[in-house]
């Protein structure tokens, strides 16, 4: 069983989503869009109530609470 996403084009493009229990290292350049993508992730996991971890070295607490 894989892990969705939350966009349905990237789920296409890994056969069904992500697989669970695994590390996934988001990278790029500013403004790449790393923390949107991250973002979507991490709020589609809570929703279908997987456990879910959020690393960064990049954001505070506030700034990450006001992504999402």
């Known amino acids: 069983m894989k892990l969705s996403t939350g966009i349905e084009g990237l789920d296409k493009m890994l ?6 229990y695994k590390l996934y290292l988001i ?8 923390t949107t993508l991250s973002t979507h992730f991490t ?6 109530g997987e ?11 506030e700034e990450i ?4």
């Open 51 to 61: 456990k879910v971890m959020y690393i960064t070295l990049g954001e505070s607490k």
């Open 15 to 20: 056969k069904g989503g992500l697989v669970p």
């Open 43 to 48: 709020i589609e996991g809570v929703r279908n």
């Open 65 to 68: 609470k006001e992504e999402m």
């Open 27 to 34: 990278k790029g350049g500013p403004g790449t869009g790393k």
